[in-house]
């Protein structure tokens, strides 16, 4: 397989390239990766409102057992028990935002590397391949006794007419 051209000028531009082409792909996956950690704080408030209405439950839910073990604490249980019903409905909410933000995370990161790296890989990497491929056909074909003779009428045969007319 012949991955660069014998040609210095060529190989380096291939090489600079190439080079340029990963770096291209590192350096969206890092803008990526830092996008999702930037996203991904934004649900620091969703897991403040979990713990606040996780804790305001526990300790609504307590008094309402407390009051309720009272002669006569049963009337004043009940709202106690619904007001750590809707600290529940609280804690709950902020499990919500925080997976929704988590999620919107992940897809701004997917989002931001596969565009450009996308780029890369549909314009690219195929004219890179079919060069390597046509260049390692051609090192084959000049390796064997007859290939030689069949490049060289290939060369003749693609060349343009004026070209032609000019060696003749």
Known sequence: MKLYAERPATRARQIITDVAAVTWIYVWVMLAVRLHDLVARLATPGQRLEQAGQGLSDNLSGAGDRI?????????????????????????????????????????GVLAAAVPIGLVVLIWLPLRLRWIRRASAGAGLRAAAPGMDLLALRALATQPLRRLTAID
């Open 68 to 108: 309720g073990d009272l002669p006569g604490g049963g009337s004043l249980a009940a709202p106690l028990r619904r007001a750590a019903d809707a600290a529940d409905g609280l804690a709950s909410a902020g499990a919500q935002q925080q997976t929704a933000v988590m999620d919107l995370a992940v897809l701004m």
